[in-house]
């Protein structure tokens, strides 16, 4: 539009100049000396206008339609952006030309931007994306995550991470370690790891964290430790450093138990397979010197063979407890009935003892949802206990009651017998715990109570307990609700 | 004729207390038995044994207390101690120190390498004391 109105503007001056080029020179005819001479300078000046006028107008018409082409062909470009070929004209030919390959020019420019453009949008996107993605996994975890950067600051934390060390998650980007993390030992590795200026450098240790004010346990917790270098943003030295630490308390202390379980296991498995050996060793050699020995070799041998398969058992039933892999086959239990088939099963070794054995179970019906024969070998091993630790001529008494509050059932098995020392009440259903001075009295595998404690509170989720007095006698309990609520 | 050699068998398994004691006794030895260390240290002080044969976990006094105390009385300060683990004990060198064991025997052992052992260390006793005795 600009061009049209330019050309049109120049056309136009162009007539006008002419005509006042003739018009002058016919109007101040006073200005020239002669007359001659005023005619020739009219002439001239009207030729001019009339020159101009009939040249200069459609020339200027010309040109402006052309650039009218011209000015349309770029806006079209412009707004399609595919550069349309202009009209030539021989008269505008190398400028058009010109313009065209311009036009063009600047058309590859555009779109190879607007390309780029859509290119970078995209990209940035992506990365949105995945930086959200990364700190939502950063977040999930359950290791603690701390990443800081060339100046020892905070770039970076999970949650885990502030609940560990002991800050606020949102205070803690561009905080300096030494104020958020108090723990000694590990800002100086973090700093060292930094210092290294090795990209390479990882540092695993295993390490023991106090817990902080944000942790209720404030007591000492294992971590493993790992420390390594972040690149820089040329991607040749240490920009920063990412920290992560695991918490290995719970392994270190399965551990711990599992190689105390084995050390223990084996020293029990030991001591009756020394009997056994020992006796056969003996009848090989003729050592028993008639048939009532050699008889009494071959029941040590039996008993201590039943005792190792026993400790056997118990402990197989133990580890399949503590390893979740025992399912409880419920039902529902008659306790009633079922401490009457217990005591009836002991009466023998009771008479044997002269120990009285008393039911005190009830009319009523006891019953909750159980496994049947796990809670016969509750009732069994308690009663068995009660007898081997009660002088001749005591008494046993086994109860039962419904307790409608906590809707469980309630068992208890008393006995007059020698009581447990108060120092040994908190150990009594330890594996492998006997009282020392009772190891005498009855020989037992250290596992029976223990036994009775996984498939009472871990099996059935109920509880058991013990009070007793030395030389009073003791009385253990236990409670199973009335619905199972075992896995 | 002079007197057997008295052997003191400490352990709180009273099988392991009677098969020893058989297989020593069958062997011709005087043997005593005690089921804890407290019990094995009055015998020991009463019958003044030639060997001990004790075992390291007891109730009351464990087989390493019950050595150091017997080390502690003069009576009873060079009585060879044979002692019986069920726990693979290898004695530190305190424990050395502080006792007279002279061999660790794991269980489950054999009354028949116990019998050779008793032996063998009642044989080389005699020699310390007579070499002793030349001195």
């Given at each position: 539009m600009r061009y049209v109105g330019l050309t049109t503007i120049g056309s136009v001056g162009a007539v006008v100049a002419g005509l006042l080029v003739g018009v002058t020179a016919s109007v101040t005819p006073h200005l020239l000396p002669t007359a001659t001479e005023r005619t020739a300078a009219t002439f001239i000046g009207v030729s001019a206008a009339i020159t101009f006028g009939l040249v200069g107008v459609p020339l200027a018409l010309l040109v402006s339609r052309r650039l009218k082409i011209v000015s349309e062909a770029i806006k079209e470009t412009a707004s399609n952006g595919v550069p349309?070929?202009?009209?030539?004209?021989?008269?505008?030919?190398?400028?058009?030309?010109?313009?065209?390959?311009?036009?063009?020019?600047?058309?590859?420019?555009?779109?190879?931007?607007?390309?780029?453009?859509?290119?970078?949008?995209?990209?940035?996107?992506?990365?949105?994306?995945?930086?959200?993605?990364?700190?939502?996994?950063?977040?999930?975890?359950?290791?603690a995550v701390l990443?800081?950067?060339?100046?020892?600051?905070?770039?970076?934390?999970?949650?885990?991470?502030?609940?560990l060390l002991g800050?606020?998650?949102?205070?803690?980007?561009?905080?300096?370690?030494?104020?958020?993390?108090?723990?000694?030992?590990?800002?100086?590795?973090?700093?060292?790891?930094?210092?290294?200026?090795?990209?390479?450098?990882?540092?695993?240790?295993?390490?023991?964290?106090?817990?902080?004010?944000?942790?209720?346990?404030?007591?000492?917790?294992?971590?493993?430790v790992t420390i390594a270098c972040l690149p820089d943003q040329k991607q040749t030295g240490v920009g920063g450093v990412v920290t992560i630490l695991r918490d290995i308390t719970r392994q270190k202390e399965i551990s711990e138990m599992k190689s105390d379980f084995v050390s223990q296991a084996s020293h029990e498995l030991r001591t009756p397979l020394s009997s056994i050996n020992a006796y056969i060793e003996m009848l090989i050699d003729a050592e028993a010197q008639d048939e009532a020995s050699r008889q009494e070799f071959y029941q040590i041998i039996k008993a201590e063979a039943d005792r190792v398969s026993r400790m056997i058992d118990n402990m197989l039933n133990i580890s399949r407890i503590e390893a979740g892999i025992v399912s409880a086959e419920k039902s529902e239990v008659d306790f009633g009935k079922?401490?009457?088939?217990?005591?009836?099963?002991?009466?023998?070794?009771?008479?044997?003892?002269?120990?009285?054995?008393?039911?005190r179970t009830g009319p009523l019906i006891y019953s909750a949802q159980a496994d049947r024969d796990m809670m016969f070998q509750v009732v069994m091993n308690l009663v068995s206990n009660a007898i081997k630790y009660t002088p001749e001529g005591g008494r046993v008494t086994v109860a039962v009651e419904n307790d409608d509050e906590s809707r469980s059932v309630l068992v208890s098995v008393s006995d007059t017998g020698l009581g447990i020392p108060p120092d040994a009440i908190d150990k009594l259903f330890d594996k492998f715990f006997r009282i020392d001075n009772y190891k005498r009295i009855a020989k037992g595998t250290g596992l029976g109570l223990n036994l009775v404690k996984h498939i009472v509170e871990t099996v059935h989720k109920g509880s058991v307990g013990v009070s007793s007095e030395v030389g009073m006698g003791s009385r253990f309990w236990f409670i199973v609700p009335f619905e199972f609520q075992g896995g | 004729m002079s007197r057997p050699p008295v052997i003191l068998v400490v352990d709180d398994e009273a099988h392991i207390t009677h098969v020893v004691s058989l297989k020593l006794s069958n062997a011709g030895y005087d043997v005593h038995t005690a089921a804890d260390g407290e019990e094995a240290l009055e015998v020991a002080l009463s019958v003044t044994p030639d060997i001990i044969i004790t075992d390291?976990?007891?109730?009351?006094?464990?087989?390493?207390?019950?050595?150091?105390?017997?080390?502690?009385?003069?009576?009873?300060?060079?009585?060879?101690?044979?002692?019986?683990?069920?726990?693979?004990?290898?004695l530190n060198e305190e424990e050395m120190k502080q006792t007279n064991i002279r061999q660790v025997m794991s269980k489950p052992f054999s009354p028949r390498q116990i019998l050779d052992s008793v032996e063998a260390l009642l044989k080389e006793h005699k020699i310390e004391d007579e070499d002793s005795l030349a001195a």
């Open positions: 349309r070929p202009l009209p030539g004209g021989e008269m505008l030919s190398g400028v058009t030309h010109r313009l065209d390959r311009a036009i063009h020019a600047w058309a590859d420019r555009c779109s190879s931007l607007s390309a780029s453009l859509r290119t970078a949008e995209l990209r940035l996107s992506v990365c949105e994306a995945e930086r959200q993605h990364a700190e939502a996994t950063l977040h999930s975890l359950h290791d990443v800081t950067d060339a100046f020892n600051e905070v770039s970076l934390a999970n949650e885990p991470a502030a609940k800050f606020e998650l949102s205070e803690s980007t561009h905080r300096p370690i030494d104020e958020i993390i108090p723990d000694q030992v590990l800002r100086k590795m973090i700093k060292e790891v930094r210092q290294s200026g090795v990209l390479s450098k990882q540092k695993r240790i295993e390490h023991s964290i106090r817990g902080t004010r944000l942790n209720e346990a404030n007591a000492r917790s294992d971590y493993d079922l401490i009457h088939e217990v005591l009836e099963t002991m009466q023998p070794q009771a008479r044997a003892e002269d120990i009285k054995l008393i039911d | 390291l976990q007891m109730p009351y006094m464990n087989g390493l207390e019950l050595c150091a105390k017997l080390k502690e009385r003069p009576t009873t300060r060079n009585l060879p101690v044979i002692l019986l683990t069920a726990r693979g004990h290898a």
